[in-house]
């Protein structure tokens, strides 16, 4: 079945430490996107990439990276510049440009940094 | 930026119920679309609709862009259809969805 693989469920990580957060779709995507979402919040958007090898900021991209080397992955990295990193943790693609296409999300990597 | 508010912010209905939620928008979109997140944090896309009316069984949806809204409509709800319903926007020429804040339904028996 095609869909979105986001691992692990559920991430544990000390402070000051990096963490690298797994997306993989086999939709045959172009575009992928990261979000992020707090208790009773809505999703705000950390990075996006439109296609391989190429990627842009979204509105809360302080403390984190990411790359697209592979077309089917997205990955990204929590750096210990994040300020306030404990989230849920969304991935997402769409077949084209979002604005020409449905947003798919995976199920989510829920961190906690202690 | 543009603006996206959802209404009502919260909404409990008895299981049968209908209900209408509504997504105003501040500007001009090329694109909204409506999901559905469980309380176990999962997002489902439900409808893409930029303009016009859409169904998908007991949910429909209706985006009038001119006048900047969106509705979604629930029929006969069901405790399944618990969760928080966003709508999302994207505004001119931008590259990214928007998300409102979000109406947290809560169906009971």
């Known amino acids: 079945d095609g869909g979105i693989t986001q691992s692990p469920k559920y991430l544990f990580r000390k402070e000051g430490q990096n963490v690298t957060l797994s997306c993989e779709q086999n939709?045959?995507?172009?575009?992928m996107y990261w979000y992020r979402q707090d208790p009773g919040q809505g999703l705000r958007l950390i990075y996006y990439?439109?296609?391989?090898?190429?990627?842009q900021k979204g509105d809360i991209a302080e403390g984190y990276s990411v790359s697209r080397e592979k077309k089917e992955s997205f990955p990204l990295t929590v750096t210990s510049a994040q300020k306030n990193p404990t989230a849920f943790y969304l991935c997402?693609?769409?077949?084209?440009?979002?604005?020409?296409?449905?947003?798919?999300f995976g199920n989510g990597t829920r961190l906690t940094v202690t | 930026g543009i603006q996206v508010e959802q209404s009502p912010p919260d909404l409990i209905l008895q299981e049968g119920a209908n209900s209408t939620l509504r997504c105003n928008f501040s500007?001009?979109?090329?694109?909204l679309q409506w999901f559905h997140q469980n309380p176990w944090g999962q997002l489902i896309n439900l409808f893409y609709?930029?303009?016009g009316t859409k169904q998908n069984g007991r949910l429909s949806a209706t985006t009038v862009a001119t006048e900047r809204y969106s509705l979604l409509y629930i029929s006969s709800s069901q405790t399944t259809d618990s969760g928080v319903y966003f709508c999302?926007?994207?505004?001119?020429?931008?590259?990214?969805?928007?998300f409102g804040t979000g109406t947290r339904l809560q169906v009971t028996l």
């Open positions: 997402a693609s769409s077949i084209d440009r979002v604005k020409n296409s449905p947003l798919h």
């Open positions: 939709l045959n995507h172009d575009a």
């Open positions: 990439s439109q296609i391989v090898n190429d990627f």
């Open positions: 500007d001009s979109v090329n694109n």
């Open positions: 609709i930029p303009s």
């Open positions: 999302a926007v994207v505004a001119g020429t931008a590259s990214k969805l928007t």
